[in-house]
């Protein structure tokens, strides 16, 4: 009976942790920036 006790304790603190790290890795936010790009539209067919 103490080793299923020791076991479950255990899996409970594992999952503890692992949901801090899943908490603090997904509330990431991506870095963002702000990029211009230049399209040549001559010579381009309108209308299809």
């Known amino acids: ?3 299923i006790l020791k076991a479950v304790f ?4 594992l999952a503890a942790i692992g949901t801090v ?3 603090y890795i997904g509330n990431m936010a991506p870095v963002t920036s702000e990029q211009r ?3 040549d539209l001559t010579g ?3 209308g299809g």
Do not use: D, H, Q, T
């Open 44 to 46: 381009a067919k309108s």
């Open 21 to 23: 790290i899943y908490a």
């Open 10 to 13: 255990l899996l409970l603190l």
């Open 37 to 39: 790009i230049e399209v």
């Open 1 to 3: 009976m103490g080793r």
